[in-house]
């Protein structure tokens, strides 16, 4: 059994932030597939998406993933928010849903103390529209690929991490 917690859920939601708090509580290693991929290629996220375009990110998504699969035991993965698309994310471990409205989270990158940064790291939500649509188009994608459903709306982080620990069994 692998053991791993694979946290997925839309851009901005705070799977970055959940990661962390788990690990400061839990002591459980963390990776971020974002990350990873950055440093395989040695740009931001926003550069990959500008020099080579979206099919070539979710390329170095699939590799991840496939790497996380045969390499990967006892961590928690904070994926990027199109991550869910893999093929094989189910064999990764125990995937979490960290859930929120489209305006919650919007909200949460708007008035975040960093929110410039926030929204510039995030190449997608560049036109409120269009990440609006895009949150439509994969928010039933998540829940049927959930194992445990995450209301971050309606729970402190600290309620969060606790509740995932429980489902998880850590």
Request: net charge positive; hydrophobic share 35%; charged share 35%.
């Amino acid at each position: 059994m692998k053991n791993n917690i694979i946290l997925i859920g839309f851009m901005g939601v705070g799977k970055g932030t959940t990661a962390r708090a788990f690990t400061k509580k839990y002591g459980i290693y963390i990776i971020d597939t974002d990350d990873l991929i950055e440093s395989k290629e040695n740009k931001e996220v926003k550069k990959i998406f500008e020099k080579h375009g979206e099919a070539y990110f979710r390329k170095q998504e699939q590799e991840t993933a496939d790497w996380i699969e045969k390499c990967v035991k006892g961590t928690l993965i904070s994926c990027g928010g199109g991550f869910y698309k893999v093929k094989n994310l189910k064999k990764l471990g125990t995937v979490v849903l960290l859930d929120a409205s489209f305006d919650w989270i919007y909200n949460r990158l708007k008035h975040a103390k960093n929110s410039k940064s926030k929204l510039a790291k995030r190449p997608l939500f560049s036109d409120e529209k269009k990440a609006r649509k895009l949150y439509n188009e994969r928010e039933k994608a998540y829940k049927k690929l959930a194992d445990v459903v995450v209301d971050v709306e309606k729970m402190t982080l600290d309620e969060q991490i606790a509740y995932i620990a429980k489902k998880c069994k850590v």
